[in-house]
């Protein structure tokens, strides 16, 4: 598995054109799955649901006025926030057969996220939790933080796209930070018209204060070692920076 490890954010538009662009190559004839891992500039990802939505452009400007930038995304979901503090982990792989795993790839990678947190002491697990922002069923959750031991609070949230002969999953885990992506969410949905309960948008710092982004990203590369001698892969291809 190759791992791409970009520096910088390339902008929200950019950033996702690029994986797209990945899954092409592996649908086109790549054989080698691709990780790329970074963390991206702020940004509002809506999905289709919320583009057709009569407030949407009225969301559009709340996440500009925030310095947010608004992107729709081709996968399903409701609006998600996400910025530096995060991290965002693409995986890319050909399939002949891609329809064939998504559910148990939701369930794999959710898991994955789990046992990465699990390594740096925070609990965590994979499910819903009530009034959460791009509510799924496979979000990765805490059942509470250190201010509030009994207040869970989302983690991370997954998603994936499936064309013939590939599949693309993505990841974002919320790390540091997360006042911002409370605040513009807040405005954001508010503007759509959709209920969520504000205080489901946490981040890993609020469950294990001082974790950083570099912490986490250790622990999932050494869980993505084990999965691809797993799957028969072999360990992560480190480095490339793109």
Same mark, same amino acid.
């Given at each position: 598995?190759?791992?791409?490890?970009?520096?910088?954010?390339?902008?929200?538009?950019?950033? !996702?054109?690029?994986?797209?662009?990945?899954?092409?190559?592996?649908?086109?004839?790549?054989?080698?799955?691709?990780?790329?891992?970074?963390?991206?500039?702020?940004?509002?990802?809506?999905?289709?649901?919320? $583009?057709?939505?009569?407030? /949407?452009?009225?969301?559009?400007?709340?996440?500009?006025?925030?310095? /947010?930038?608004?992107?729709?995304?081709?996968?399903?979901?409701?609006?998600?926030?996400?910025?530096?503090?995060?991290?965002?982990?693409?995986? =890319?792989?050909?399939?002949?057969?891609?329809?064939?795993?998504?559910?148990?790839? !939701?369930?794999? /990678?959710?898991?994955?996220?789990?046992?990465?947190?699990?390594?740096?002491?925070?609990?965590?697990?994979?499910?819903?939790? #009530?009034?959460? &922002?791009?509510?799924?069923?496979?979000?990765?959750?805490? #059942?509470?933080?250190?201010?509030?031991?009994?207040?869970?609070?989302?983690?991370?949230?997954?998603?994936?796209?499936?064309?013939?002969?590939?599949?693309? /999953?993505?990841?974002?885990?919320?790390? $540091? $930070?997360?006042? #911002?992506?409370?605040?513009?969410?807040?405005?954001? !949905?508010?503007?759509?018209?959709?209920?969520?309960?504000?205080?489901?948008?946490?981040?890993?710092?609020?469950?294990?204060?001082?974790?950083?982004?570099?912490?986490?990203?250790?622990?999932?590369?050494?869980?993505?070692?084990? &999965?691809?001698? &797993?799957?028969?892969?072999?360990? =992560?291809?480190?480095?490339?920076?793109?």
């Amino acid at each position: 598995m190759k791992l791409i490890r970009q520096r910088e954010s390339l902008g929200a538009e950019q950033d !996702y054109r690029r994986a797209l662009s990945i899954l092409d190559a592996a649908r086109g004839g790549a054989t080698e799955p691709v990780l790329r891992v970074y963390q991206p500039r702020p940004t509002v990802a809506f999905g289709r649901r919320d $583009e057709l939505n009569p407030g /949407f452009a009225r969301a559009r400007q709340a996440a500009l006025d925030a310095a /947010f930038t608004p992107l729709v995304r081709r996968v399903g979901g409701r609006a998600a926030a996400y910025h530096g503090g995060c991290l965002v982990i693409d995986h =890319v792989e050909p399939d002949p057969d891609p329809k064939t795993g998504i559910q148990d790839r !939701y369930r794999l /990678f959710g898991d994955m996220v789990v046992a990465a947190l699990e390594e740096l002491e925070v609990p965590a697990q994979v499910g819903e939790i #009530p009034g959460e &922002y791009c509510a799924g069923e496979y979000s990765v959750h805490a #059942p509470g933080t250190a201010a509030h031991p009994r207040r869970p609070v989302k983690l991370a949230g997954t998603a994936q796209r499936v064309v013939a002969g590939a599949w693309y /999953f993505s990841t974002v885990v919320v790390v $540091e $930070e997360s006042e #911002p992506l409370r605040g513009v969410l807040e405005d954001v !949905y508010a503007c759509l018209g959709v209920p969520w309960e504000p205080s489901t948008a946490g981040c890993v710092a609020d469950v294990r204060p001082g974790t950083t982004v570099a912490e986490v990203e250790t622990a999932l590369l050494d869980v993505y070692d084990r &999965y691809g001698q &797993y799957m028969g892969h072999g360990p =992560v291809t480190r480095p490339e920076h793109g």
